[in-house]
């Protein structure tokens, strides 16, 4: 199986305030899009992943801006890093390699 590289937009953070072990913690929930418009680019990521939606909760408060335009590439986790070097054409890393987990 081939790495896949898709195109996303964060919509929107929604915070939220829970108690983990007696101890009050933020958490702060984000949404993604797949984009569809805005660049010729972006036009040519919805022609092959024409919707789709990411919802990720953090505990990191800046950990994404709204608005932004972010890759997520879905690699099989049996990949080496050097089978996703040779798919981007970079050459391999000397020396044994673990898997990309």
């Known amino acids: 199986m081939d790495t896949v590289r ?9 915070v939220s305030l829970a108690t ?3 101890e009050k913690q933020f958490y702060y929930e984000y949404k993604f899009q797949a984009v569809i418009e805005g660049s010729e680019e972006n036009r040519s ?3 092959f992943t024409p919707s789709g939606s990411v919802e990720l909760y ?11 335009e ?12 050097n089978q996703v070097r040779a798919q981007n ?13």
Not at 6 to 14: A, D, E, G, Q, Y
Not at 89 to 101: D, E, F, I, W
């Open 89 to 101: 054409g970079l050459p391999p890393l000397p020396g044994p390699v673990a898997s990309v987990t």
């Open 58 to 68: 953090t505990v990191k408060d800046d950990s994404f801006e709204i608005g932004a």
């Open 6 to 14: 898709t195109k996303f937009r964060c919509t929107s953070k929604t």
């Open 70 to 81: 972010y890759y997520l590439d879905f690699i099989p986790v049996a990949t080496t890093i």
């Open 45 to 47: 990521f919805f022609a």
């Open 20 to 22: 983990k072990r007696g």
